[in-house]
């Protein structure tokens, strides 16, 4: 998946917790010429607010200037998951299962990259989406983005 390096996710975790957050993971995007953008999901069972992200990205922001493990120029955003959560981690897959996911892998499986279904769980490494009937297994290696699909 898009994620950051562990360094770095292990950095940006401990400061998100020494406020009381969750991180929820982090994606790195844009890497090159014109710098990067390291996006920070973060979330809290009483919701996310403006005020907690600016909280959260003034933290992290300090401990990257001192650490500096991003050579290369970047921008910082931090946010909530939103309804349309991403999916970084196993745990994730196990704990929205039953709700619907749309996945995009980086190597085709079955002739494609993009999967939509119900999340019936994971099994061993593979990630288990039902589709028309039919239940197809991802390799989590292979998941490039993962997101639920809000059902509003």
């Known amino acids: ?9 292990s950095l940006v975790r401990a400061e998100v917790e020494l406020l009381g957050y969750e991180l929820v993971g982090l994606e790195m995007t844009g890497q090159g010429k014109g710098g990067a953008l390291l996006r920070v999901y973060i979330d809290h069972a009483d919701g996310i ?12 922001s ?5 650490e500096d493990p991003i050579k290369e120029q970047y921008q910082l955003e ?5 309804l349309d959560r991403p999916l970084f981690e ?3 897959f196990e704990r929205f299962q039953g709700n ?4 995009k892998t980086h190597t085709k499986i079955e002739g494609r990259h993009r999967f939509s279904g119900v999340l019936r769980g994971v099994a061993e490494n593979q990630v288990l989406i039902e589709e028309d009937g039919k239940v197809h297994g991802i390799t989590i290696d292979l998941i490039d983005s993962a997101r639920l699909i809000p059902d509003i």
């Open 1 to 9: 998946m898009r994620s950051a390096p562990e360094k770095l996710k």
């Open 49 to 60: 607010g403006v005020d907690d992200c600016v909280q959260v990205s003034h933290q992290i």
């Open 62 to 66: 300090g401990v990257l200037d001192v």
């Open 78 to 82: 931090v946010s909530s998951p939103g």
């Open 90 to 92: 196993r745990e994730h």
């Open 100 to 103: 619907k996911v749309r996945v």
